[in-house]
Each structure stands twice: as structure tokens, then as C-alpha cells.
């Protein structure tokens, strides 16, 4: 059986194992968010042999450095593992506000020690102590002063259970800025663009419907948001408002109750149509599967998945 070995502690695991699981199971703190590749949240330093199922999810660089995506390999020898160490590695940053959106959706603001450059969309590891989580930001680099996440707190968790008791002036930890497979591009100006959310998957959203409307986009923006009910629409308001300011943007909110009869009457205005959908696995799902029946090429749609901690 091949040997993981992670600084002083070392232990077997079956061939074939999933590394990310191999090295959580062991209680090795490893981020994970899609589990898809696409976050890279489980981020991790490989010497060894490990068989990598997406070895094109990052550059030849930091290929070359031994960087491996924890969630998308397999041991298959013995490995030396390096993880990422907060006190060492990460980017000190305060709490600037805390603040309840809704029953169940906290919205942390945070001011990194120094400047961060990065796009609306992106993915952020947030380090409580020894407790991580990848959030998506939805804050946008132009306008705001802050980083701001939205965390879905109905459910507990050590991450989430942590934040609902953070005040403004205490101190977390950030990771490396990930990709996300969220953004908007500038290309896109003239097309229509679609926006489609459930929960929190609103938030990352979020900064990039407001980055769409500060490049002055001229096609049509439709924003769906899914939620439970009607409560759980977090960001009507402030949604509301852009939409009364910005004749091309409608924004619909709908419930579970209503998903199966509004995902039925969901039709293309055109087939340059670009979607961008995140949220719960099984929203995103529902979201594409009618997409696509209604015309939408595979291409022209971009997911990003919240899995839930198991």
C-alpha cells in the first residue's frame, strides 16, 4: 500500500485512493469546494507519483513546481504531500462588518493587509485557525473598498459556525486567489446574458453582473434567483434597484415551489445567448438541462458548483 506522508506524519492508504479524501479522512486540512477541478481550493505540493485526471486544469508551471488539485488525483505511490499553511502562507486580513442579508445568509466583509487584485467571480480560501472554507467573492475590485463574501449559514458547520460570531476587528487568514469559471468578458457586450442562481450562488454573480452593467453592456441581462422561499431572496432590493436604473436588466426571483413550471416556460430570445449558472448541484442541473433543451449550445454556458460538505 503506497505511504502518505505529510511534514512529520506518514501513514498507508489503498492504491487508488482520491488524495483529497485520503488526506481529509487522515485530518489534514484540505479545502474543497466543486471537487470539479475548476475552484482549486484542494490546491496541494506533490513529490511522488499520483495519476492526475485533469492535468490540463493548470499551467505547465505549476505542474512543473509539483502543484496537483487534490479532488481530480489518485494515489498510486508513495507521495510527499505539502499543504497550504495559513500562519506561513496566508494573507492576514480584518473584518470590516458582519451583517445578516437574510435568516440564513451572512455577508462578511473583510480587508485584506494588502492590496488584492482580482476579478469579480473568483474564489478566495478563508482561514478561521485551523478551519477553511473556499467562498466566492462577491465584491467588485472597481467599487468596493473590501472583500465581501455571502455565506449560507442555515446548516451547521465549523466554518459558518465560526463566522456567525465574528465581529469587526477580528483577524482570518486568506488563501490563494483561484480562478472560478464565473466572469464576464468584455466580448460579450452585444449578446445576451443570462445569470442564473440558487442561494449564495447569487453572490459571486453578483459582482459580475454589476462589473457587466459598470462596462456599460448593451445586451439584455436576465438574472434568475432561485430560493427556497420567498425569504431567501437575499438580494431583492439592491437587485431591484439596478434593474430600475438599467433598462436592459429584468431580474426574476422564484421559489422551489414555482421551478418546475417556470423552468417549463423558460424560452431563448436568441441563440447568441450566453448563461452563467452557480448554485446547489441540483439547481445547476435543472437550470442546464432545460437550457439546452431549449436550444442554448454547451458552449455558451458556464457552471460553477457549491457542493455541500458532507
Same mark, same amino acid.
Given at each position: ?7 512529520? =506524519? ?9 488524495? %483529497?479524501?485520503? %488526506?481529509? *479522512? ?56 505539502? @499543504? !497550504? ?12 462588518? #458582519? ?14 493587509? =494588502?492590496?488584492? =487584485?482580482?476579478?469579480? +467571480? ?7 485557525? @485551523? ?14 473598498? !473590501? ?11 465549523? !466554518?459558518s459556525d465560526i463566522a456567525? $460570531? ?12 483561484? +480562478?472560478?469559471?464565473?466572469q464576464y468578458d468584455p ?5 445576451? %446574458? ?5 442561494? @449564495? ?13 459598470? $462596462? ?15 425569504? +431567501? ?5 439592491? %437587485? ?9 436588466? #429584468?431580474?426574476?426571483?422564484? #421559489?422551489?415551489?414555482?421551478? #418546475?413550471?417556470?423552468?417549463? *416556460? ?5 441563440? *447568441? ?17 432545460r437550457l439546452f433543451l ?5 458552449? *455558451? ?8 460538505? +458532507?
Open positions: 500500500m503506497p505511504e502518505m506522508h505529510v511534514g512529520e =506524519r506518514h501513514w498507508s492508504v489503498s492504491t487508488g485512493s482520491n488524495l %483529497l479524501d485520503a %488526506l481529509n *479522512q487522515a485530518g489534514v486540512a484540505v479545502p474543497y469546494s466543486c471537487r470539479a477541478g475548476s475552484c482549486h481550493a484542494c490546491l496541494v505540493r506533490c513529490q511522488g507519483e499520483v495519476e492526475d485526471k485533469q492535468p490540463d486544469a493548470l499551467s505547465p508551471a505549476q505542474r512543473q513546481d509539483g502543484w496537483r488539485l487534490a479532488c481530480q488525483c489518485q494515489v498510486i505511490a508513495d507521495v510527499q504531500v505539502e @499543504t !497550504f499553511d495559513p500562519t506561513r502562507d496566508g494573507l492576514p486580513a480584518k473584518v470590516v462588518s #458582519t451583517d445578516w442579508l437574510s435568516v440564513n445568509v451572512l455577508r462578511l466583509r473583510v480587508e485584506p493587509e =494588502r492590496g488584492l =487584485r482580482y476579478r469579480a +467571480g473568483q474564489h478566495l480560501v478563508l482561514w478561521a485557525g @485551523t478551519v477553511a472554507r473556499p467562498y466566492s467573492l462577491a465584491s467588485l475590485p472597481q467599487e468596493d473598498p !473590501f472583500l465581501e463574501f455571502h455565506l449560507d449559514c442555515r446548516h451547521p458547520g465549523e !466554518f456567525r $460570531q465574528l465581529q469587526a476587528g477580528d483577524h482570518l487568514r486568506l488563501g490563494e486567489l483561484r +480562478g472560478g469559471a464565473l466580448d460579450w457586450q452585444s449578446r445576451p %446574458l443570462w445569470l442564473l442562481a440558487s442561494g @449564495t450562488g447569487l453572490g459571486p454573480l453578483w459582482g459580475v453582473l454589476r462589473e457587466a452593467l459598470r $462596462q456599460d453592456h448593451q445586451g439584455a441581462i436576465r438574472v434568475i434567483h432561485l430560493a427556497h422561499d420567498a425569504g +431567501g431572496h437575499y438580494l431583492a432590493q439592491p %437587485l431591484a434597484a439596478l434593474a430600475a436604473s438599467h433598462p436592459n436588466l #429584468t431580474v426574476e426571483l422564484w #421559489t422551489a415551489a414555482e421551478l #418546475t413550471q417556470a423552468l417549463a *416556460q423558460l424560452r431563448l430570445v436568441s441563440r *447568441q445567448t450566453l448563461a452563467l449558472l452557480c448554485g446547489h448541484p441540483v439547481s445547476v442541473e435543472a437550470f442546464s438541462k431549449a436550444g442554448l449550445p454547451r458552449n *455558451q454556458l458556464l457552471a460553477d458548483v457549491f457542493l455541500p460538505r +458532507g
